[in-house]
């Protein structure tokens, strides 16, 4: 037995129960932010272990760290050499500069072919949807403290049941 | 070869299991607590948790923004409210009556029910963890990459929230003048002659408001004078 999509799928399905029961139970508008941030969080859950199992996609190597470095050291040994061809051209030493120019040629060509490249990953999209989710639960804590701390001050209370100011 | 082992699938079960129910207690801890301030500390237990578990799940920056976001700032957020408005944070008489407490349980058990028949459905295969998933690198290059707008609009809406949680928590300056000329005045009379609708909590808090016993201003007796 191992752990499965399922487990985490239905763990997050309890806490999203444990904080809506919340929100409908309790009249502190305290803890009912609270609850808020409960259900925020297993729905977190739930995209970050869908992410966990997605199939993966083919991507360009170049968005990989490692074909990225590949790339990377592959231009600067052009560069490199590049600059060693010119420095044996000042020289005129023909054969040399001949030589360097080639593995020049050979490194830009290696730098190409990386491009070119498509290896497979696994795309992060529900890890990123879940950040978002984090900056949004973040400011609705912020907003909801401060609405908390307005009916404080309008009513002396806390109570949900003592917001109706709205009512006719 | 590497020299890291992948880790065994018991290993795995262990550390789940143990954030599960962590998370489930700290949930649980949160919703039923009595003091306020034991919510918040259910709260945060469930928030470290959820960190394992997004570790766990190779979601290393998530786990550590979890971490600084939830734990370092909204747990912390609360717990200054719960400090700032004093005994006036715990409300006895909490529970709602029964025939909406009735209600909620069977909405919530429907609605898990619902989700629970179709889990079934959703049995995928694991893909072999890759080695740069989840890594800095990566979730830095897609959000930076494909979801660069949508990161440029958080700082606005962050922005939005922190401007609209001044301005709400700051009150209306024309409110707080009025009291206060209102205490200077020594007017012990309210504003608006009492209602027969108000409520007694009203009428109280009405009164409570207007009493002239009520911290005067130590100025306003020679600004009389």
Redesign the interface.
Known sequence: MSIQLSHYLILSGILFAIGAAGFLFRRNALVALMSIELMLNSVNLTLVAFNRWQPTVQVPAIQTRAGYRAAENARAEAAREDEAAAQAARRRDDRQAQEHRAAAQTARARAEAVRELRVPMIPHQGQIFAFFVIAVAAAEAALGLAIVLALYRVRKTVRTDDADLLKG | MSTLRAPS?SA??VA?VVF?AI??VG??A????KN?IR??VG?FF??LA?AG??L????H??AV??LI??AG??VV??VF??M??GP????P????GLG??IT??V??AI??GM??SH??Y??????RR??????L???G???F?R?AI?FEL?SV??V???V???A??R?SRKAAEAREARQRAGEGRLVAPLDPRLST?DAR?LA?DNDPDAARPAHAEEHHS
Do not use: C, K
């Not at chain 2, 006036?88 to 409300?91: F, H, L, N, P, V």
């Not at chain 2, 008489?93 to 709602?96: L, N």
């Open positions: 699938s795995e079960i789940f599960a998370a489930v949930a649980l949160t919703v039923m607590a306020p919510s918040a709260l469930h928030v959820l578990l997004y766990a799940l190779s979601a920056f998530l923004i979890q976001v939830y700032a909204v957020l609360f409210v719960i700032l408005l006036a944070a715990d409300t008489r909490d529970r709602r909406a407490r909620g349980a909405l919530v609605s898990a989700v629970l889990l079934r959703v049995q995928r295969p694991l893909v890759l080695e740069e998933y989840g890594t690198w990566q979730i290059n897609d959000l990459g979801a949508p958080v809406l962050l939005v929230a922190m609209g949680a001044i709400i928590s009150g909590r808090i409570e």
